[in-house]
């Protein structure tokens, strides 16, 4: 069973369903809060690569932090810096096994991975 990387928020309850479903089965989970320890730019593209070269999934528009920004249309270097300037933007939880990365909303969508 592989080991996965799940980019978590713990005050996030879809984040800890995901987070409790993976260790349900056994499988082995590094905590990466995000929040206290940020990505930087080269793991944030690395990451969208892994979700499918879509950088626009890992991104949560309703956030004030992005809403202030004003930008429609954004380019993948707008979503990347404004990530990196404000990781909450970042979408959560997001379960990474080194190859390939999944959202995990619903939380089940995690399951994928193992």
Do not use: F
């Not at 799940?6 to 990466?32: D, F, M, Q, W």
């Not at 979700?51 to 999934?57: E, I, K, M, N, S």
């Not at 979408?91 to 995690?110: E, F, L, M, S």
């Amino acid at each position: 069973m592989p080991t996965l990387t799940l980019y978590h928020n713990p005050r996030c309850s879809k984040s800890r369903e995901a987070l409790t479903l993976l260790e349900s089965r056994g499988v082995e989970v590094i905590e990466h809060r995000y929040l206290t320890d940020p990505l930087t730019r080269e793991q944030l593209e690395g990451l969208a690569g892994r979700l499918g070269d879509d950088a626009d999934q890992m991104l949560r528009r309703e956030e004030t932090e992005w809403q202030a920004r004003g930008i429609a249309e954004p380019t993948r270097a707008q979503l990347i810096d404004a990530i990196v300037e404000h990781p909450r933007l970042m979408q959560r939880p997001i379960a990474d096994d080194g190859d390939y990365a999944v959202i995990g909303r619903p939380p089940q969508a995690v399951l994928q991975l193992i």
